[in-house]
């Protein structure tokens, strides 16, 4: 009698190797860095805007030099537009994991990514 | 066929189901922002398909920005503005009517706590502006002349004020005005869910999917941390604080609530939170009970029976009208 292994074609190898491989990048997805669910943006010591990061959004920001673009999307929340010189914020591209930063230091906005303290008791809106 | 195959291509299949459940798009909902009547302008909106939420939100905006435009003392061509440069008596808007009825009403029940004849004083401390400061006991003394729940009649549309130099501020109750008109033109394009913030002036229809909106109501000393969280639908929640604007001077904290006996800002709250019907309504109430403090804000909330209240008071302790808890969620 043959063994399982013996009876396996190559496409039967392929596909287990695909799965192996899906399993793989599971694993690598769930061991990176936790992610945020609310993206908060400062400039100085005021909050100028708060907002679920699983839910699409755009919103013009007003800083010293003028507005800001922030663009909240299923890639996580990035600087779209700025009236900056030299575009960094732009050029830093998406955050989306707690603790991320973005930050347009010419305009004083900055984006932060975090979340609740206590995520078992979350709230749809502040109350200010 | 080889034993191994059915269970290759179950893992498959439940490969495939799993990829398409995560593929599948949310119930469609929109979240957008403006910066309308000096503040963050927070529309959020569900349970349409896409386009028909954007139109009905973009109307939404327009709606408070075309009442800004009416109702702002900072916009020079106001109509606000035209009635505190009238002389005596002016005709004014059915729109601009129903909001001085509404802060009219809840002037005279609170005694003068709430006022919308504070003009000149606000203009004086410029507490908006870039570079607030105390002004002179005299010149608060002089900004509050004539100035009272009685120094506006209205008749109709009519409006007659007591004294030429009257200037009228809306700030009290405009915003949650306009924010009320906003939620009806959400209505008229068939919404059902959806939720409004102007600054704190929310208004939350409907439900969230299966379940009310939850509203935290922010520590009035501790910016990070959520003071209550409570449960409401179809109905208006409203906080006044003063940390929302202020300046510090000696290490005293002048905010932006005044007390219209003394022309200073009122010392008996830290915030006050109302859940209303409307939130005109509870705009004016916030202020009103800002303004009395704890004892004689819980008088005047009973008038209200369908208005209820959370008080922090100056010394940090809370208060609340009987009923408040039945929106309270378990800690």
Request: hydrophobic share 45%.
């Amino acid at each position: 009698m043959k063994t399982p292994w013996q009876i396996m074609t190559g496409g039967d190898w392929l596909v287990v190797l695909l799965l192996l491989a899906v399993s793989l990048a599971g694993v690598g997805w769930v061991a990176t860095a936790p992610e945020g669910t609310r993206v908060v943006v400062t400039s100085g010591e005021q909050v100028l805007f708060t907002a679920p990061i699983d839910q699409p959004h755009s919103v013009s920001l007003d800083g010293p030099l003028g507005p800001t673009r922030l663009v909240i999307d299923d890639q996580g929340a990035r600087i779209t537009d700025s009236p900056c010189p030299r575009k960094t914020c732009i050029s830093m591209g998406p955050a989306r994991h707690t603790g991320n930063l973005l930050a347009c230091i010419p305009n004083r906005i900055l984006v932060r990514i975090d979340s609740p303290a206590d995520p078992e008791a979350p709230y749809d809106l502040l109350s200010r | 066929m080889a034993w191994n195959r059915p269970l290759i291509i179950g893992l498959l299949v439940v490969l495939l189901a799993l990829s398409w459940w995560r593929l599948q798009p949310d119930d469609e909902n929109i979240h957008r922002s403006q910066l309308l009547m000096g503040t963050v302008v927070e529309i959020m909106a569900a349970g349409m398909p896409a386009g028909k939420l954007e139109a009905a939100v973009d109307a939404a905006f327009d709606e408070i920005a075309r009442l800004d435009k009416l109702l702002s003392r900072y916009h020079q061509d106001s109509e606000v503005s035209r009635l505190s440069q009238s002389d005596h008596s002016s005709q004014v808007t059915a729109e601009t009517a129903e909001v001085l009825a509404l802060g009219l009403d809840v002037a005279l029940r609170s005694g003068g706590a709430f006022d919308l004849t504070l003009g000149r004083l606000k203009t004086l401390w410029a507490i908006d502006g870039e570079a607030p400061s105390i002004p002179h006991h005299d010149a608060i003394a002089a900004a509050l002349i004539g100035t009272g729940p009685t120094a506006l009649t209205l008749d109709g549309q009519q409006v007659t004020k007591r004294t030429q130099q009257l200037q009228i501020d809306l700030g009290g109750i405009a915003k949650g005005y306009a924010v009320d008109r906003a939620i009806a033109v959400l209505k008229q394009h068939g919404i059902t869910s959806a939720a409004i913030n102007a600054g704190g002036d929310m208004y939350l229809l409907g439900q969230r999917p299966q379940r009310p909106w939850r509203i935290g109501i922010q520590h009035p000393r501790h910016k990070e941390a959520v003071l209550e969280t409570v449960q409401v639908s179809d109905q208006a929640v409203v906080t006044s604080g003063d940390y929302e604007r202020f300046f510090e001077q000696d290490g005293i904290r002048y905010h932006h609530i005044f007390d219209p006996q003394s022309g200073q800002p009122a010392r008996v709250c830290q915030s006050v939170t109302i859940i209303a019907d409307s939130v005109a309504l509870g705009d004016a109430l916030a202020t009103a009970v800002f303004v009395l403090g704890p004892e004689a804000g819980l008088l005047l909330l009973s008038q209200y029976p369908r208005a209820e209240g959370l008080i922090v008071a100056a010394n940090g302790t809370l208060h609340s009208s009987a009923g408040w808890g039945r929106y309270r969620t378990a800690p």
